[in-house]
């Protein structure tokens, strides 16, 4: 067969079957990033049925999926509310990082991978997945819980973070001394600060100078824009991802709007394409003898979301039952572990097969989390309360007949949820 045939036929067949594992993954409930890893691991290198024509060319739709990924989440914050997140949620932000990252960091270390195997494994266990958490709180109702803004202050944290963090594992898989670590996060730093300065000071002018009525003109400026600037600070060892999500940032309002309509049937397109090239980079052979030690490591990080969660919104003065659910909300893994992971895999491939294991273990527990820990916690509290009491009223029994003051009752107080 003609490579372009060849190209054509595997290409249509790729996406024929991404939008029917997207169907049915909408039918039962389900995000559809595990099936979409699950099915570049049945098609990739060791599977059922090895791409060969289309390998080059989902390659660069990866790539192209992990910018759109990353311009979008900048596209839904704007300079202000990431400024007032860092005011208000850092206590909570280095907690979540403490707690989530440490974890994977041990795990890298014990595997042996070494510090730029620690370093990216901890990325990996860090992140929460604010694609599958958004979701999952649109479909159960939630936007509206006072919990909500505490989840979401807490994912913003991880997105900003994602700024410093992605040009220093970069710098390390480069094999950059610490000198030149420390230049590349400088560098990082410096244009974050640089990019928030200008998203503040001078926002309304980027936006009008990208501005355009025709739908048309403003996909291609901005996607043009973003590639430009990603392409640029890869160059720079800043990460592609960071330039697209400093694009997203730096724009606001109408401009904002219109562009994440446009791009995204295109980022939901790349970034599937993506998740797939992840799977068919991985050897299916390769994720049984991991799966122990991920089922572990997603075990310990379920927890350490939740006890993050609960911190966070205690904080905030929730009451216990939101605080539970916050916990529970953020636990999903997804698109950014990936992405972290995919970065690492070509300096240690065996980053990739624990990762993709730990992804499709969260990314399924995740949903059922946020829906079960409030009530199961709730009613452990009760049992446990009921425990405390049995005691006391068995006392009561052999003691004479309280007074009439002593059965007045306090009156309750009420903690908010």
Known sequence: MHDTTALLVELGSVILGLGIIGRFAGRIGLSPIPLYLLAGLAFGEGGLLPLGASEEFTAIGAEIGVILLLLLLGLEYSASELVTSLKTQYPSGAVDFVLNATP?????????WG????VALAGVTWISSSGVIAKVMTDMGRLGNRETPVILGVLVIEDLAMAVYLPLLT???AGVGLAGGSIALLVALGTVGFVLYLALRHGRLISRAVSSDNPEMLLLVVLGLTVLVAGVAQQLQVSAAVGAFLVGIALSGEVAEG?????????DLFAAVFFVFFGLSTD??????????????????VFTKIGTGWYASRRAGIGPRGRWRAGGTLV????FSIVI????????????????AYVLILVIVGPLTARWTEPIASKLQGVLAGKRTKPAVATAEAEPMPSHDDLTPEPAGRDSD
């Not at 510090?115 to 620690?118: R, T, Y």
Request: glycine fraction near 12%; hydrophobic fraction near 55%; proline fraction near 13%.
């Open 341 to 356: 992971a995919g970065l690492a895999v070509a300096t240690e491939p065996r980053i990739g097969p624990i990762a993709t």
């Open 115 to 118: 510090p730029v195997g620690a």
């Open 284 to 301: 299916p052979a390769e994720i049984p003898p991991v799966l122990l030690p991920a089922a572990l490591l997603a075990i310990v990080t």
């Open 104 to 112: 994977g960091a041990i795990a890298g270390l014990m595997l042996g």
């Open 171 to 173: 710098a390390m898989l």
């Open 332 to 335: 999903a893994r997804g698109e």
């Open 259 to 267: 562009a994440r309509k446009l791009l995204t049937p295109l980022r």
